[in-house]
């Protein structure tokens, strides 16, 4: 049996269906919020006539006041997604002074509705779900421009001598349950986002009180919750207030209990008024329910609701339904219907309440697993969240949402592939969803899958269709920023400030833009604006968001080497979140302690820290913040020298990286090692280190991971003598570093080339790329790779005979390294030193800087380091009256350079051997040994030692 007859409206190339609130352009779906296919409706239900603004306004907005500026933003999204720019409209014509006409022919089009089915009566065909790039159709739009975590932050990786010391939590931000759809912004989008941006009305449902307190019964709470939520966000009319906010925000509020919330017969109008500055919400929707009868089929579920004003603390509704247990839909059906009534919001459409019906799983035993869970997840306790999650999808493995809370449990317990695999199965099941709430498990997916692109794609689409929706825009600058594109990232967070308050005033905005400062190195400023979200989050009374902001205050104080500011911070951040119960952002902030006092040098008191957060993530079961703990460890261990120890709890850390399938941070793990065994003058093991996570950079896709790899590579590349693989490779990581605007890292690069271009023999061009490696490091306030830089040019200062300056240059960085206690840097600064003294004969002085650069050498276990301090020391001997144990020594340190493959401590030791011969009465040895050397130096382009042997064998 045919379905009843509807009426379509045609125009153009355009079908519409106002029953379904459809519109097609050529069969693609054309969407549109709510507002503008009303307005859509009207005026083609009148075309060719003018619809007044304010018969227009009425019944748009029957029963609330609004600023005619709400009209005007819908009319203008209807005209973007009919396609109409500029200030030619063929279809939605301004009558000046008045209102709207529908200026094209429309027709009106009877038809069988395409959703059922003939032979099967009622029965609705199913639809096929929507993926992003159905609806993202055309040339990609550019990235929202108004002038670039993982959702997790990456962890930071020694460059050279730039080590893995401090691992951050990161924020995470909370993900939303709402509902709708639109398309990817055109490419004059920005327009509409950097506009003033309408709110909707808000709503937050607290919970529910389980006034029997039977623990079999709690379960309800969560589900009762999660349906009521769907059912009024139906219809997009009101913007729901996720679940994970409202479960933060009982954590943090001061009245914090079991169900406390819900205890009143009514919210006192301060404890309203404090929930809506915390959440930003309109309207509370609370209550109680209780179950009667004995347990089984017969047992009766009586619900009281409350429908509170936020604004003013008066309730709207009051409002009960009692009913069988086992109708818990038809139940809250019930009950949503008489609270969109007391909201003024239209009732849901049959098509609708099926979606509202898909907001928990179809059996009663997966739907109560599901809702455990899911409460488990919002109060941070992913490990039991994954086993009641597990178990749901057991009982009905084929609804997706619970694959998808699973995903985000396991995701926050560091099992990257395991999530991604569930966000898969979560996608490929979601087609009774609604359409929005399709996309919002698409870019989960996306995320998990580290697709940054199509992830970046379809925040964008959902932040556009609801630009008042803070939480899509959050994500969209998140997953910007974790894809490189923390410029992105920050056009976005601009465009978040142009919310009206209270949503421009959430912490969470500067948390965002302090993510993407951070990523550029601008630590100055990511600390600015974490000091300006940790005051929000004490103005707002909201101390989880305090103590995060915190975190990353400290995490930019300690970049910025200001160990006290970043002390203080990071002891704040422990002591709110200890307060609150949250031992993961606890022990976050008891890591970032214990990294504190290992720049301190108190190493003992940061290993005993360390094992402490380690014992707290081993017992959550987190196993991400397990590996990144340990390979913190193992630098404690490499400070104390014990490189055996540190390698393998690197190891063990990347172990665990490979068990949860982290090919990021599995990478980083490899660099680690390499760093390792270059430290220990293993060069050929570590460039196999290197190599497999620059391999495994690339196959995740992670230009900054990659840029790592590269610069170390290339430094590793240029102490084995390879100077053209060298600077080949440092020039593949310069872009890199650009595009994803990771300076620090750069910098690096910058330096290395200075020194092909050192060795090369074109001081010139290696004065320019040291000095702008100092102006790249002074402005992001990296005092000790500042200092690193001003070695470097006291290199070349030495070749160029500014004595002077290469003292002065080598000394104000001694300073720095002694006081960050940066034991190899301090070697290499004084070895400069101790070379101006010898070029000035102060032999007294040089043999002063060179004990101590050795001394350092030596305990620092820098193998390089340490053989360029031999090399100087045995020509100061050799000044002083002992050139044949200076050869003894040069020779022995000759021997052991090319044991370990480091080409230039080779080259410097046959040098110096070569020049004391010569002045020692051992010419004609010295010159044949400087013309080899000469040649050997040519050969592997090291210019400036080939033209010092030849000019040296002419003496």
């Known amino acids: 049996m045919a379905g ?39 005026l083609v239900q009148h075309s060719e006539r003018v619809v007044l603004k304010d018969d227009l306004m009425k019944q748009l907005w029957p029963d609330s006041f609004v600023e005619e500026a709400n009209l005007t933003q819908n009319i203008f999204m209807l005209r973007k997604a009919l396609g109409e720019s500029g200030r030619s409209y063929r279809y939605v014509v301004t009558v000046p002074g008045r209102g709207y006409r529908f200026a094209v022919k429309v027709r009106e089009v009877p038809g069988i509705d395409p959703n059922f089915d003939k032979d099967q009566g009622q029965q609705p065909l199913p639809r096929p779900p929507i993926r992003s790039q159905e609806i993202l159709e055309g040339p990609a739009s550019p990235p929202l421009v108004l002038g670039q975590v993982p959702s997790r932050r990456q962890i930071g990786l020694g460059i050279g001598v730039l080590v893995l010391l401090l691992m951050t939590g990161g924020f995470i931000y909370r993900m939303p349950y709402v509902q709708g759809f639109w398309r990817d912004p055109s490419p004059d989008s920005t327009a509409v986002v950097g506009a003033a941006i309408p709110l909707r009305r808000s709503v937050a449902v607290l919970g529910f009180e389980n006034v029997h307190g039977q623990p079999d019964e709690g379960w309800l709470s969560t589900a009762i919750s ?14 729901l207030i996720s679940g994970e906010d409202v479960a933060r925000m009982k954590q943090e509020l001061p009245w914090r209990g079991k169900d406390s919330l819900t205890k009143e017969t009514t919210l006192s109008k301060s404890t309203a008024e404090q929930i809506r500055r915390d959440l930003g919400s309109d309207f509370l929707v609370l209550g109680s329910y209780i179950v009667l009868g004995e347990k089984g089929s017969r047992q009766q579920l009586h619900l009281d609701l409350r429908l509170q004003d936020a604004r003013n603390g008066e309730v709207v509704a009051s409002i009960g339904e009692t009913g069988p247990e086992t109708d818990l839909f038809d139940l809250l059906s019930r009950a949503g219907a008489k609270l969109r009534g007391k909201l003024s919001v239209p009732a849901v459409s049959p098509a609708e309440a099926g979606i509202v019906r898909a907001s928990l799983p179809s059996s009663p035993e997966a739907a109560r697993l599901y809702a455990e869970g899911l409460a488990r997840l919002r109060v941070l306790d992913a490990l039991s969240a994954r086993d009641l999650l597990e178990k749901a999808i057991a009982v009905e493995p084929q609804h997706p949402l619970p694959h998808s809370a699973l995903a985000q449990a396991l995701s926050v317990l560091g099992y990257d592939e395991k999530a991604r695999n569930e966000a898969k199965r979560a996608f490929d099941l979601f087609k009774d969803l609604p359409r929005e709430q399709q996309l919002w498990i698409e870019g989960r997916y996306r995320e998990f899958s580290k697709d940054w692109k199509k992830a970046t794609e379809v925040y964008r689409t959902l932040y556009m269709y609801t630009p008042d929706n803070l939480e899509y825009g959050l994500r969209l600058a998140a997953v910007q920023d974790g894809g490189g594109n923390s410029k992105d990232s920050l056009a976005t967070v601009a465009a978040l400030r142009n919310l009206p308050p209270p949503e421009r005033d959430d912490p969470r905005i500067d948390l965002a833009e302090a993510d993407a400062a951070e990523s550029l190195s601008d630590f100055h400023r990511a600390q600015q604006l974490a000091e300006s979200a940790a005051k929000k989050g004490v103005l707002q009374g909201a101390p989880l968001l305090t103590a995060r902001a915190l975190q990353r205050e400290c995490y930019a104080f300690k970049s910025l080497s200001q160990l006290a500011e970043a002390r203080k911070a990071c002891e704040q951040a422990r002591a709110i979140a200890s307060r609150l119960g949250d031992r993961s952002d606890a022990a976050w902030a008891l890591n970032n302690l214990a990294s504190i006092a290992s720049d301190e040098g108190n190493l003992t008191e940061a290993k005993k820290m360390y094992l402490e957060a380690l014992a707290v993530f081993r017992q959550i079961g987190s196993k991400i913040y397990t590996a990144g703990v340990l390979g913190n460890l193992a630098i404690v261990e490499q400070n104390q020298g014990d490189l055996a120890a540190s390698r393998q709890m690197h190891e063990e850390s990347l172990r665990i990286y490979r068990e949860i399938g982290n090919v990021n941070d599995a990478g980083l793990e490899l660099m680690n090692i390499g760093l390792i065994l ?23 896709e992670n230009k900054a991971n990659q840029e790592m790899s590269l610069v170390n590579l290339g430094g590793l590349l240029c102490e084995l003598g390879d100077l053209p693989a ?19 890292v750069m910098s690096y690069a910058v330096v290395s080339l200075g020194d092909v271009l050192r060795q090369q023999g074109d001081l010139a061009g290696a004065r320019k790329k040291y000095q702008e490696s100092l102006a790249t490091r002074n402005q992001i306030g990296e005092m000790e790779a500042a200092a690193q830089s001003r070695v470097a040019l006291a290199l070349v200062s030495i070749e160029e005979g500014k004595l002077d300056e290469a003292e002065r240059s080598a000394r104000e960085s001694a300073g720095v390294f002694r006081e960050q206690r940066a034991a190899g840097d301090e070697a290499a600064a004084q070895t400069v030193l101790a070379r101006v003294a010898l070029a000035r004969r102060q032999i007294a002085a040089a043999k002063q800087a060179i004990d101590r650069a050795l001394a350092l050498a030596q305990a620092s276990h820098s193998r390089d380091v340490h053989l360029s301090a031999r090399i100087v020391a045995a020509r100061i001997r050799a000044e002083s009256g002992a050139p044949a144990d200076a050869i003894r020594d040069l020779k022995e340190a000759s021997a052991e350079a090319r044991k370990i493959g480091f080409l230039e401590g080779d080259f410097q030791a046959r040098l110096a051997i070569g020049e004391i011969e010569m002045h020692s009465g051992q010419a004609a040895s010295g010159r044949t040994r400087l013309l080899a050397l000469e040649q050997d130096a040519r050969a592997k382009n090291f210019t400036l030692l080939a033209q010092k042997a030849a000019t040296a064998s002419k003496i």
Request: glycine share 6%; with cysteine; hydrophobic share 35%.
């Open 4 to 42: 009843p007859p509807k009426i379509f409206y045609e125009f153009d190339s355009f079908r519409m269906d106002p029953e379904e609130r459809v519109l097609l352009q050529n069969g693609s779906p054309i969407p549109l919020n709510p507002k503008a296919f009303e307005i859509l409706t009207i």
């Open 226 to 239: 999660e349906m009521l939520s769907t059912e009024l966000a139906a219809g997009e009319e009101l913007r």
């Open 678 to 700: 270059q430290q220990q003058g293993d060069l050929s093991e570590a460039r196999t280190m290197y190599e497999g996570s620059l391999a495994m950079a690339r196959q995740a």
């Open 726 to 744: 060298c600077q080949k490779t440092l020039e593949e990581a310069v872009p890199l570093g650009r595009e994803v605007g990771e300076q620090s």
